[in-house]
């Protein structure tokens, strides 16, 4: 079971730092992405990170501003949101899969397991 964790409000311009952990197993070779949902929209990519070797999928709306990362430690896959906006306001779910998907890891149906999803809200 996924648990994430970590939303809340914050004004724009601000920064959160989301957390996905894993209950009864490791991520040993998962694939293992956020996306989010606004109100009345699609669930929508937001970043993904191949356990395994750290590699990372970014969508462009967040590039350069979000960077997704594994704590090996913890077992646990954090989302930094820096330089929030207030069109970044949705819920936040983490999502896994036990293989890395070549050429995909963007869409919902690549995905296995879901979380129950983290709030944030941005401000403006």
């Known amino acids: 079971q996924l648990q994430a964790s970590g939303g809340g409000l914050v004004q724009a311009g601000g920064s959160l730092r989301l957390s996905c952990a894993a209950s009864?197993?490791?991520?040993?070779?998962?694939?293992i992405g956020w996306f989010r949902q606004a109100p009345e929209k699609e669930r929508d990519f937001v970043a993904a990170?191949?356990?395994?070797?750290?590699?990372?999928l970014y969508s462009d709306s967040v590039r350069g501003r979000f960077a997704i990362s594994r704590d090996r430690a913890k077992n646990t896959v954090d989302l930094q949101l820096n330089s929030l906006k207030p069109d970044d306001t949705a819920v936040y779910y983490c999502?896994?899969?036990?293989?890395?998907?070549?050429?995909?890891?963007?869409?919902?149906?690549?995905?296995?397991?879901w979380g129950q999803g983290t709030l944030v809200t941005v401000s403006s």
């Open positions: 009864g197993r490791n991520f040993n070779n998962y694939g």
């Open positions: 999502a896994a899969r036990p293989r890395w998907l070549v050429g995909g890891m963007r869409n919902p149906d690549d995905y296995d397991d």
């Open positions: 990170i191949r356990w395994g070797t750290g590699m990372t």
